[in-house]
């Protein structure tokens, strides 16, 4: 089924998509004069090529996110450092939950792509699962493991044949973006598929 997804603030990159790749990009006009039978998401904000997260082991492996179902016992806010390896270790069955919890946090942020070396089965899988993109991260990273890292790292730009991967943020510019932060995130596609909407 084709879809063209296009943002109030970024019209001029609206994105067509067929299956899991990326038909065309272009001014919604075009692309709605071209494909007249396409389906259309509308969206608030502006249409990226979401971001890549280099701290996949950290979020993933080092934290522990918390089942809405614990909130009494643990909160809801992701547990760090040695009272997150208690719990794994209390449970080892934990990690592959936490781990899937935390990936449906990173698409909530717009993070289409990790880095960095996942050493449990339980975390890869939750990704690969999710269909995100893996790479090596860089040897210096910047600031502190967050699902909002500073800086931001946008993906290089959509072209067509290219996986149909974006985020789209509730912001006017990429600027505010980078001011408000990826908590912005309205959307998130992986495969074709939305992966992740705001209520």
């Known amino acids: 089924m084709l879809t063209i997804h296009v943002a109030e603030a970024t019209p001029e990159t609206a ?3 067929d299956g899991d790749r990326i038909a065309a990009v272009g001014p919604f006009d075009d692309l709605a004069a071209v494909r007249p039978e396409a389906r259309v998401r509308r969206w608030p904000g502006i249409l990226t090529p979401g971001l890549l997260n280099p701290f996949a082991p950290e979020l ?3 934290m522990y996110h918390p089942d809405p179902r614990e909130a009494e016992g643990f909160g809801t806010e992701p547990i760090t450092g040695e009272r ?5 270790r209390m449970d080892a069955s934990r990690r592959g939950a936490s781990a899937r919890r935390g990936v449906q946090r990173l698409l909530a942020h717009g993070t289409v792509a990790l880095a960095g070396e996942l050493r449990g089965q339980a ?5 690969r699962r999710a269909g995100m993109a893996v790479g090596r991260r860089p040897e210096k990273l910047p600031g502190s493991p967050s699902f909002s890292p500073v800086p931001l790292i946008l993906l290089p730009g959509l072209a067509p044949g290219g996986p149909a991967r974006f985020a789209v ?11 408000l932060g990826p908590s912005t995130c309205v959307v998130t596609v992986i495969g074709g598929r939305l992966v992740y909407r705001a209520r």
Do not use: K, M, S, Y
């Open 15 to 17: 994105v067509l998509v």
């Open 60 to 62: 993933l492996e080092g």
């Open 84 to 88: 997150a390896q208690r719990i794994f």
């Open 123 to 127: 975390a890869a899988d939750a990704v």
């Open 169 to 179: 943020f509730d912001v006017p510019d990429r600027a505010a973006l980078v001011r």
